[in-house]
């Protein structure tokens, strides 16, 4: 399993509940649910995650 540090979430987290945080590791960059970090995470890659939140910010994902 990767290790990975600096878990973090948005700056606009509004505190319902609904966050996830990111993490990045040397090669890669983790996604867990704030609620239940027990759970695990998922992993990508540093660039798929650059595409990711690029769509993100385009809006690509806003009518989803």
């Known amino acids: 399993m990767a ?3 600096g878990w973090r ?3 606009r987290t509004q505190g319902q509940g ?7 590791g040397v ?3 983790g996604v867990r649910d704030t609620k ?5 995470h998922i992993t990508v890659a540093p660039q798929r ?3 990711f939140v690029r769509h993100l910010k385009r809006g690509c994902f806003d009518d989803a």
């Open 3 to 5: 290790h990975i540090t």
């Open 36 to 40: 239940n970090r027990a759970a695990g």
């Open 49 to 51: 995650w650059r595409e």
């Open 27 to 29: 090669d890669c960059v």
């Open 18 to 24: 609904q966050c996830v945080e990111v993490g990045f």
């Open 9 to 11: 979430t948005s700056t």
